[in-house]
């Protein structure tokens, strides 16, 4: 059991985190003490892979309420929807930001980028699936319809998951029990009843892609491998997986605390150790987890800080407090993702209503 009253305090109010050094966050005051911090550690902080890297694909959203983030899995860019319903292109190592817009993409609620591929990113939308094919040398702003994919599906899409290697897309709805799932190169589509599932509420490959994860709207979480396994918690708030896929993180309803599962290499599973979460805060709001299973970092609701774990799957599953992210005064974190091809630790993104910042974690840069 790990709690949050084993955590150091969090920064003083106008701090702000700046990087973890020596298994420690370190936090400075303020924006301009942070820019003379960066600074000072030009030696030891690789300033040509660290700030400018960095700094290059900071983006502002102006008082746009955000929709849906996602980085890509192999590649340095990220997609970002807006309440718009426009989505927008961001490269670590360009300016140009393509700007999506289809006449079908409404009420965008997911984004999906499809693994083994560096051009196919699934919009959840209201009525369809849309997929771009945004080719990473083109330098248009405004991609044309024709590099546009649609995907009709009754009802709204909130939803979408790919399977590891990009053959098959699964899509999901609050208003629906079934699942669809498309082969998307001949827009084939099958549908997948889920029984007793009263809508689904999210979808998840494991990174191995032996399961999926289907949370449904009912006190239901099934995973399927080979034949569907039932476990009854309270209702989902939110999952995910280690990178090696043999344990699942998930979050309840009216609890403050984040159960785990291990996967056996068999078609069981087991239910590790509860993690409590009982001092700070309430329920777990988000969750992401590094590729490289050592970093773990959980939004809770009505926090504005978050909570970094240290963490080890093997040979037994480790939780250890690390400390508490802070943005600059006034920002409050609405989504968060580690960067998947960081390459040097880990890289987590946080995107606020005002912008977006990032934070080196477990930093091997030195």
Same mark, same amino acid.
């Given at each position: 059991?790990?709690?949050?009253?084993?955590?150091?305090?969090?920064?003083?109010?106008?701090?702000?985190?700046?990087?973890?050094?020596?298994?420690?966050?370190?936090?400075?005051?303020?924006?301009?003490?942070?820019?003379?911090?960066?600074?000072?550690?030009?030696?030891?902080?690789?300033?040509?892979?660290?700030?400018?890297?960095?700094?290059?694909?900071?983006?502002?959203?102006?008082?746009?309420?955000?929709?849906?983030?996602?980085?890509?899995?192999?590649?340095?860019?990220?997609?970002?929807?807006?309440?718009?319903?426009?989505?927008?292109?961001?490269?670590?190592?360009?300016?140009?930001?393509?700007?999506?817009?289809?006449?079908?993409?409404?009420?965008?609620?997911?984004?999906?980028?499809?693994?083994?591929?560096?051009?196919?990113?699934?919009?959840?939308?209201?009525?369809?699936?849309?997929?771009?094919?945004?080719?990473?040398?083109?330098?248009?702003?405004?991609?044309?319809?024709?590099?546009?994919?649609?995907?009709?599906?009754?009802?709204?899409?909130?939803?979408?998951?790919?399977?590891?290697?990009?053959?098959?897309?699964?899509?999901?709805?609050?208003?629906?029990?079934?699942?669809?799932?498309?082969?998307?190169?001949?827009?084939?589509?099958?549908?997948?009843?889920?029984?007793?599932?009263?809508?689904?509420?999210?979808?998840? *490959? +494991? #990174? @191995? /892609?032996?399961? %999926? $994860?289907? !949370?449904?709207?009912?006190?239901?979480?099934?995973?399927?491998? =080979?034949?569907?396994?039932?476990?009854?918690?309270?209702?989902?708030?939110?999952?995910? *997986? +280690? #990178? @090696? /896929?043999?344990? %699942? $993180?998930? !979050?309840?309803?009216?609890?403050?605390?984040?159960?785990?599962? =291990?996967?056996?290499?068999?078609?069981?599973?087991?239910?590790?150790?509860?993690?409590?979460? +009982?001092?700070? /805060?309430?329920?777990?709001?988000?969750?992401?987890?590094?590729?490289?299973?050592?970093?773990?970092?959980?939004?809770?609701?009505?926090?504005?800080?978050?909570?970094?774990?240290?963490?080890?799957?093997?040979?037994?599953?480790?939780?250890?407090?690390?400390?508490?992210?802070?943005?600059?005064?006034?920002?409050?974190?609405?989504?968060?993702?580690?960067?998947?091809?960081?390459?040097?630790?880990?890289?987590?993104?946080?995107?606020?209503?005002?912008?977006?910042?990032?934070?080196?974690?477990?930093?091997?840069?030195?």
């Amino acid at each position: 059991m790990c709690s949050l009253a084993l955590f150091p305090p969090p920064p003083p109010r106008g701090h702000v985190t700046l990087c973890e050094r020596n298994n420690e966050l370190i936090a400075v005051d303020g924006a301009l003490n942070l820019y003379r911090w960066l600074i000072s550690m030009r030696t030891s902080f690789h300033p040509h892979y660290l700030v400018r890297r960095f700094t290059s694909c900071m983006l502002i959203v102006h008082n746009s309420p955000l929709r849906a983030f996602a980085w890509h899995p192999h590649t340095a860019k990220l997609a970002l929807a807006l309440l718009d319903d426009s989505i927008r292109i961001f490269y670590v190592k360009s300016r140009t930001v393509p700007v999506l817009r289809h006449r079908c993409q409404r009420g965008v609620a997911d984004l999906a980028w499809r693994p083994m591929a560096a051009a196919g990113l699934a919009v959840a939308c209201r009525g369809a699936v849309v997929i771009w094919q945004v080719e990473p040398s083109s330098l248009s702003t405004r991609p044309s319809s024709c590099c546009v994919q649609v995907l009709n599906q009754p009802g709204p899409v909130t939803s979408l998951a790919w399977n590891p290697h990009g053959e098959m897309l699964i899509a999901a709805s609050p208003a629906s029990s079934s699942l669809k799932v498309w082969e998307v190169a001949t827009e084939r589509c099958i549908t997948l009843p889920v029984h007793g599932a009263g809508g689904i509420a999210n979808l998840s *490959w +494991s #990174p @191995d /892609g032996a399961h %999926l $994860l289907v !949370a449904t709207l009912s006190p239901v979480i099934r995973s399927d491998r =080979r034949q569907w396994k039932t476990e009854r918690p309270p209702t989902y708030l939110c999952a995910c *997986w +280690s #990178p @090696d /896929g043999s344990i %699942l $993180l998930f !979050a309840v309803q009216g609890e403050h605390v984040i159960y785990s599962l =291990r996967f056996t290499t068999g078609a069981g599973m087991q239910q590790s150790a509860q993690n409590k979460l +009982s001092i700070v /805060g309430g329920e777990v709001q988000m969750m992401t987890w590094d590729s490289t299973g050592e970093r773990l970092a959980v939004l809770l609701r009505g926090e504005n800080n978050i909570a970094i774990f240290k963490t080890r799957t093997h040979p037994l599953f480790e939780l250890l407090p690390c400390g508490f992210v802070q943005g600059e005064e006034g920002t409050v974190p609405q989504l968060m993702s580690f960067f998947p091809t960081f390459g040097k630790g880990a890289l987590l993104t946080v995107v606020s209503l005002q912008s977006a910042y990032y934070l080196a974690l477990k930093n091997d840069l030195s």
